[in-house]
């Protein structure tokens, strides 16, 4: 099989607050200017794709992500533009959907959606959800949403929002439609309603071995025979960086890393990051930290055992600094991207 045909290689940010060079917290909007120019870049260097995340919090300052990427697409020519992932069960999928058609629109067809439930819950309590809700919400939202990519005119009805009648959403898509995306973090049921629903599966995988997925991708061929419907791209979404050597990637991601998931793991119980676990993550798991050859055999490897046709490395881990950022995009597009294309069509990836 040809791995590297119609694979795409993109980048993902949360807009992770970032630390100048002087060593203070950047504001907020400091740190989304920086992410348009990362995505200027990812462009220039012939990155396929860029996915901002929706998150409420201090830490990320990517909370309206159509916006920042309307304003990428104005900057940009080719790279295509979406969320990673847009939180739908705490927003209303009509808007959702009519502000990826505006953005596909001004773009020139390159949006695509990434619709998810968010692995961060403050959506819900800002727009007067109830986490209680969390499964029943995403359900009916995804099902509306898929109603108004694929249909002219939409009759719905649920519990979650306001049915609708016969009724035209504007501005509409043009002839090219709208690729979109459900991020699923590894449940059965998750992977069968994108199955259910007809749209694309992106995998979030972000520790441990990635290959432990590969019964989810078995599933997800199973229930596209059952259900009768389309084989659709499968993509994979994971951390990483990229740096000259692989001892300055590691050690240059490490305080970074360290301090990301220590806030996080006290938020969660989790038990703290060791420097002998971050380093076993990047030998073994699902960080794809390193030189440029490093990096591109890891996700070669990956595309093949998984048999997937994206693969989205998420660049921006806590309070980097932007010129680092800058460098690891340089690094991805200019020499990674073409290494792992060409170790995949000529099958010269190592187990």
């Known amino acids: 099989m040809d791995h590297a045909a119609n694979l795409s290689l993109g980048l993902d940010t ?3 607050v970032s630390r100048a060079a002087d060593g203070r917290v950047k ?31 201090d830490d990320f300052a ?6 920042v990427l309307a304003t990428i697409a104005g900057r940009t020519t080719r790279i295509h533009l979406g969320t990673a992932v847009t939180v739908l069960s705490s927003d209303d999928p009509v808007r959702v959907f009519q502000r990826f058609s505006t953005l596909n629109a001004v773009s020139n067809g390159r949006a695509e959606a990434i619709l998810g439930r968010g692995s961060f819950t403050e959506s819900y309590a800002l727009f007067g959800y109830d986490t209680q809700d969390y499964e029943g919400l995403f359900e009916e939202k995804l099902d509306l949403f898929a109603k108004l990519v694929r ?32 991020g699923v973090g590894g449940s059965p049921e998750s992977v069968v309603r994108v199955v259910r629903q007809d749209l694309q599966l992106m995998l979030a995988i972000i520790g441990g071995d990635p290959r432990r997925f590969k019964p989810y991708i078995e599933l997800y061929h199973r229930a596209v025979q059952q259900l009768g419907r389309s084989v659709r791209p499968i993509g994979v979404h994971s951390p990483g960086f990229v740096a000259a050597t692989d001892e300055q990637a590691q050690e ?6 360290r301090e990301m998931f220590g806030r996080i793991g006290r938020e969660r119980g989790w038990p703290p990051v060791t420097k002998d676990r971050y380093l076993s993550e990047v030998e073994h798991g699902s960080l794809y930290v390193g030189s440029p050859e490093t990096v591109a055999r890891k996700i070669a490897a990956t595309v093949r055992d998984l ?12 309070p980097q600094p932007h010129g680092e950022l800058l460098e690891c995009i340089r690094l991805y597009g200019e020499r990674v991207l073409p290494m792992g294309r060409d170790m995949l069509a000529t099958d010269r990836v190592s187990a």
């Open 151 to 182: 249909e002219d005119r939409v009759t719905w009805s649920g519990q979650t929002r306001a049915g609708l009648k016969n009724q035209r959403v504007y501005p509409p898509l043009g002839p090219g439609g709208l690729t979109t995306w459900v």
């Open 307 to 318: 048999g997937i046709q994206r693969f989205d490395l998420k660049y921006a881990t806590g």
């Open 14 to 16: 949360f807009g992770d």
């Open 62 to 67: 990517i909370s309206a992500p159509e916006i």
């Open 27 to 57: 504001r907020q909007d400091e740190v989304l200017r920086d992410v348009v120019e990362e995505a200027v870049l990812a462009d220039t260097v012939g990155i396929d794709f860029i996915g901002l995340g929706e998150h409420h919090r």
């Open 252 to 257: 240059a991601l490490w305080p970074h890393y």
